[in-house]
């Protein structure tokens, strides 16, 4: 069955600094992967999303993942972290029905000046 | 951008009382979602639906009920709240008609406190 862990609940870094949120998954069959950005009081927004096209992917907002099969990884960076990035952050992938997305915990990000 | 709209956004209400959480989109997807959300955990799904006349059972065992009757409309019901239903509700669509997910857009949600 797909899964999705995501290492780390809470990140803290500076106003500037390299921002690296994990995510691990479990699939058995070739995954769909998705990175989603949650700002207080407010619901999901699509941030960048991996459909096997090409392994680095490229979102909204400066963001980018990186899909590596050999580490089960999707991680998402951003070389510069904005005090307005300081949000929860999902990472999922398409159950292998195909019918819906499985949610990792989520990290919090925050995000001192 | 996204328009899917879930009404109410905040609801304090007691214990047995029955409640519905309304959700609506304007993008003609045929795919819709409720997922429940609690602070520090996965978001789970309860409920999906492929279409009209179409609804079936998520992840997570629920006591809630979906209707889907027109293409825009995905309401959930509890008939008889209790305090363990308090929780964020979170709708959500999708525009994919082939066999993956595809990217989902989430309402800003519906967050039920039941004393």
């Known amino acids: 069955a797909q899964s999705v862990t995501q290492l780390g609940s809470h990140v803290s870094v500076s106003e500037g600094a390299l921002v690296l949120l994990r995510c691990n998954y479990s699939s058995s069959v070739p995954p769909y992967l998705f990175w989603y950005v949650q700002y207080p009081n407010q619901g999901l927004q699509l941030l960048l999303k991996y459909t096997s096209a090409a392994t680095l992917v490229k979102g909204i907002n400066g963001f980018e993942a990186e899909f590596k099969k050999s580490e089960t990884s999707f991680h998402l960076t951003k070389p510069s972290a904005h005090m307005s990035d300081a949000a929860e952050y999902f990472c999922?992938?398409?159950?292998?029905?195909?019918?819906?997305?499985?949610f990792g915990k989520g990290t919090t990000l925050s995000v001192s000046s | 951008e996204a328009d899917i709209y879930q009404t109410p956004r905040y609801l304090v209400i007691g214990t047995g009382k029955k409640i519905t959480l309304e959700c609506s989109q304007t993008?003609?997807?045929?795919?819709m979602y409720w997922y429940q959300q609690d602070p520090g955990m996965e978001l789970h799904l309860i409920h999906y639906?492929?279409?009209?006349?179409?609804?079936e059972k998520g992840d997570l065992s629920s006591e809630s009920t979906v209707s889907r009757i027109r293409t825009e409309h995905f309401p959930l019901t509890l008939e008889s709240a209790r305090p363990s239903h308090t929780s964020q509700y979170l709708c959500a669509s999708s525009e994919s008609r082939g066999g993956d997910t595809g990217e989902l857009f989430f309402g800003e949600g519906s967050r039920l406190t039941v004393l």
């Open positions: 639906s492929y279409g009209v006349n179409s609804t």
């Open positions: 993008m003609g997807h045929d795919k």
């Open positions: 999922a992938v398409s159950n292998q029905a195909g019918t819906a997305l499985i």
